[in-house]
């Protein structure tokens, strides 16, 4: 039998254990397809003593993950500690710098240091792999760097948070307002306690810098994202999107324009009979749109030890089998800056839900501040009785009414001067609620 | 600059000319991506005065595929002839025995000829490549040969065919019937002049079983496969199933059973909120099943040029890096013959819908054979007011009433024999209409 792939596994956490015991029950399938075993011979991680349900006396303990990077007998490091910083970051770049391949379900690190560590992969001819570090258990990373070859990428969109998404989901399913979902989303651990790095996009943002980089060609750059969480989305929201037709998702899109590459993540009205509207719940899902084709939708678990382990072992079977690909999908030396698109200059439709003032003049008002940036209404609804909205209390005389707008395509510095103009009016009572609509 | 990788194109219909345009199109990417250009050299098709949008004289003609297989200024040759016999078989099949790596379109001969192509194509050590055989635009012989690696799959299933899903998507949208959906269909260009091969299953098989194969480890065998077509599917059924939870989709089976391996294809009641119920038109998709993962959902184009070009130039594309996998994700030798799970043996829930005679006994008749069979009901819905059904037009005193059953698990032999009492009892009109329900 051909000599083993010898796995240095640092990070026993959920994800690392799911690793340990998917490489034993897959043990035979894998040495069918790569001709050789793979076998975890050394680990490290941040408490020896913890209780896990592997068998720890199997592995030789390695006390610093960078001295197990750069251990003679592994031939592969698998960085699933997480984190942008070190450790992860120099037993990454430990590895690396001695010619070891390495495999990380890392978004941070990948989304923070990926074009260095690209480079330095490079330098040293070996692989950088990292399916798990963008919507785990979908094999969206493999699919841009090695599918779609000859296809000029458009677009590429996806839900590629769970928690947000399970949230979303919750509150149009069972008319709960954002707080409940959050708090029933954390008590089942979809959710951290600190909820914000998910519930304000800042996942999303790490996982979309790493996904336009493979579908661009540009370095990845986290910096060059808007970011908006889902946190101020109601119920009124879901339901005024639902009577349009839309769905409301949070999705991250990098999509090429004229002005460069645009990526941003917001909450976004998506068409209900579209793939990635369909998606409920925890599941993540990907599109990507190419240049005379039709999209192509990948939709599976995004998160979780067992999807993100089945990633990191089909990473771990190509090095196995000695697949060798730049870790981008081009050499790094021919990724380019991120040309970075303002938001500003955003074009699409936009839906956007006013509390106007209920009195003489209102809507006349409104309507010449659309008007004066050139924005043209494709509907407006306007609803004097809204008890079942849940997003205010009004219908008495006086009270503010909520109005619906969706424009036709105009861009983000219109919508955005119009909305200053009708504050500064007085015609309307508190902040303005602002979804843009993703063509699909 | 790095040695182009020069191709022997043989096939100049809609999917060869496709090709070229696509590498023409996609020279910059295809270069950054592979480290070399991918180069049309020569071409072979039946006939060589024929109308094209291609510039042919850039191309060196060579009359016999077979002769351009083997031609020493190609490397790989480009099979996109189509047919499971002579000429395509013997051009593959020629190229190979000289070490040249093949990407083919070839459903039909891969589906027939599959295991001794791989056989061969591991003997001469070289490529054979096929992503575009098999749901053309959606990389799911990719993600099955090299992805997923580690996961015990339990089962894969898929709308593999748009003609079909094309007819049952306008039958429920636009409330036609099944003849006037297929005339549109033929007139759209989605449908043959004789439909036969795509409505009554047999597309759908073929590429079943090349997916079975890379999904199981078992050798390609269409014969292995179950095939039932949707000719027989009523708006009546869409309807029935809509009202129950259900859509009507033509699916490809293959799932573990105790028994083997089972591979069908028939029309199949999914649930509406999967992922693979939400799938409408000509689109395919595929759902890939692994023990302890959740489901992995890939959809997108299935046929038409541009689509299968991008799957044969995403396959070029690894053949000009030097990825080396076998054709079927494990050594040809190592694959095992399928052992096949007789349909009868198949266990699922059922729907059956009969024409019941309108005379005192015939429930309790059919309930009694139901009965024999253990047979258990989930639902039964009979209706005297069908009007808006289209299946018949019964109501006046006598005349057949339809009865609509949905079974709890059994099996496919207790419902067959169950079926055929009921029919020896002449309590029915007709023959009673079945549709397996998959679990999702």
Redesign the interface.
Known sequence: MAEPLKVGLAGLGTVGTAVVH??E??RD??L????RPIEVVAVSARVRGKKRDIELRKFRWVEDPSVLATDPAIDVLVEVMGGAGDPARRAVEAALAVGKPVVTANKALLARHGHKLAVLAERHQVQLNF?AAAAG???IV??LR???????LTRIYGILNGTCNYILSRMEQDRLAFDDCLREAQRLGYAEADPSFDVEGHDTAQKLAILASLAF?TKVDPGAIYVEGISSITLADLDAAGELGYRVKLLGVAVKTEAGIEQRVHPTMVRK?A?IA???GA?NAVTVD????????????GA?G??T??AV??D???IA??????PF???AA?MTAVRKAPMQRHEGGYYIRLLARDRPGTAATIARRLAQQKISLESIVQRHETAASGASQPGRSGAPVPVILITYATSEDAVRKALAAVRRDRVISGRPQVIRIEKN
């Open positions: 998917l490489l029950r897959g399938k894998l069918a397809r790569c001709g399916e258990g979908i094999p493999k699919t090695e599918g779609l070859n000859g296809d000029a060609g009979d793939a369909q998606v409920m599941t190419a240049d005379g084709l039709a999209p192509v939708t990948l939709v599976g678990p979780g067992r999807a382990a089945s072992v089909s771990l079977a190509d089998r000695g697949v060798r690909t730049p999908g081009r050499p021919r």
